[in-house]
Structures are given as structure tokens and as C-alpha cells.
């Protein structure tokens, strides 16, 4: 940790994918991914062959089997498309498996049924077979034994969050809100009770927690107050402002004694 941060944030580091994305280790665990508030969001849980949204599609995202999603907007599922053609041309015989909110499920099959030039993918897979609907509650397999548990979150539309474990865990190692408000999480802070809890926080300056709660996000404040209360080992920021820095977000946190680690999900040398 570079000196002047506070000794209870980290960064993650270059994944060395050549693609942007950042890499974070905490015990056994590794997450890896990219998440740029209105850009993209897309993270991969290699062990389990899992990616968490597509707003974008890279080589590493393109290998994983199965996609949940959060959400429908478009920095969420922007990649979709390419991950279907990719993963089902390039890893033929390995599960294409999307699991998207129930609400959206059918709208977003019609969308891939007359999507333009699509038509290989039709052919190498049953889209109405391969698209599977969620609500909260509801859990799902993964490669290797590994589950996947969704549940409700405060967004400006029809959302999931998703707690992810390995077999024969009853802890999950992951815990992704996608985009959202702290609400759920003030209620109920167990529901980040994981090894790596990774939430929104779209909103960092002062006097823009109202906006952040009508735009359905978080705010930087809102997870500091909450940091106290939380069992994760490290909680995660996603979603940050593109022109968000290391420099000004370790300003924003400020010194912080309690609760799990933080982690920006910045490069560490953006300035």
C-alpha cells in the first residue's frame, strides 16, 4: 500500500488481461473484472466460471459459462450479444447459461431472437433454453458445485443482487448488489455477510446523496456510515465515476479504524 492511503483501503491491481481490467486477491479468493459507472460493469469468478453482468465482453469473459445479471442497462448487458457469438463459437460444448430478473427474461429473449446478424449463434444455441429467469430467493447451479443465491435490491428498475458460493459453503465467497441503493443493506446488513461483498457507489461529492438515492444508486457516505455494521472482509465500491481518481477518492474516505477493508475498484495509478 503506497504511503499516505489509510491503512484500511486497498486497490486492486492490473489483471494483465491487456484489456483494463483489475484484479483483487483476498485469501484464496480472486475477483476479477472492469466497473465504470454508465460505461461498463462486468466481473468474472473464474473458479466457478461465472461471470456477474456484460457490459462488456473480453477473451477472459467470453471463457466463463454461465452470466447472471443484475440488471438490463445497458453498462450492464452492453456485451451480451458478443458474449453469446464468442462463447458459443470459440467453447462449443461447455454450458451458455444467462440468468436474467424474471421481468426481463422474455423482453430480452425477443431482443436476441430479432437481433441483426445473430444468426450463427441461433443456430449453435437455443436462446429460450439458454435464458433463465430469477426472482428473489431463487438459487442457481454453477461449474464446479458452486451456487449462486439472488435477492431483492433498490434500484430504478427491475434488479437482483446475487450472494455466490462454492460447494459446500454455506458463507458466500461473493456478493454482487449490482446497481443500487444502501437501503436493503442498512436493514439488513447479513445480506453482504461474504469474503467479498461488491456494491454501488456511483456518487462520491458532498450534497449528492439525494441524487444518488433518486437515481436509485449509492453514495460514498452512505457505505463509510454502514462500514461499522458490516461482516464482509472487504467491501468493494463498484461503479465509480469515470472521473473518479485514487487521489480523490482516498480523500473522500478519509481515515477509517472499523469494518472490513475497503477496496475502489480504481486502478492504482489513475491520479
Known sequence: ??????????????????????????????????????????????????????????????????????HCHSDHVAGLVAWLSAHSRRHRGSPTTVVVPTDRRQQLL??????????????????????????????VGLARGGWARCFRVHHSTVSLGWAI??????????????????LPFADDPDLLDATIAVVDCSFLETGTRVAARLGGHGHLQDWIELLPDLKCDALVLAHLPAEATVDKVTRLVGDIEDGPMLVPWLDPGRR
Open 1 to 70: 500500500m503506497s504511503h499516505g492511503r489509510p491503512h484500511h483501503v486497498q486497490f486492486p491491481v492490473d489483471a494483465g488481461t491487456g484489456t483494463g481490467e483489475l484484479r483483487l486477491r483476498v485469501g484464496a479468493l480472486e475477483l476479477i473484472g472492469t466497473s465504470i459507472s454508465a460505461l461498463a460493469t462486468a466481473f468474472v469468478v473464474e473458479d466457478l466460471k461465472t461471470a456477474i453482468d456484460m457490459g462488456r465482453c473480453t477473451a477472459l469473459l467470453a471463457e466463463q459459462e454461465t452470466v447472471l445479471l443484475t
Open 110 to 139: 425477443e431482443a436476441l431472437r430479432i437481433w441483426p446478424d445473430l444468426d450463427g449463434v441461433r443456430r449453435r444455441v437455443e436462446l429460450a433454453d439458454s435464458l433463465i429467469g430469477a426472482e428473489p430467493g431463487d438459487t
Open 165 to 182: 458460493g462454492g460447494a459446500g459453503t454455506a458463507r458466500p465467497w461473493f456478493v454482487f448488489t449490482g446497481d443500487g441503493t444502501v
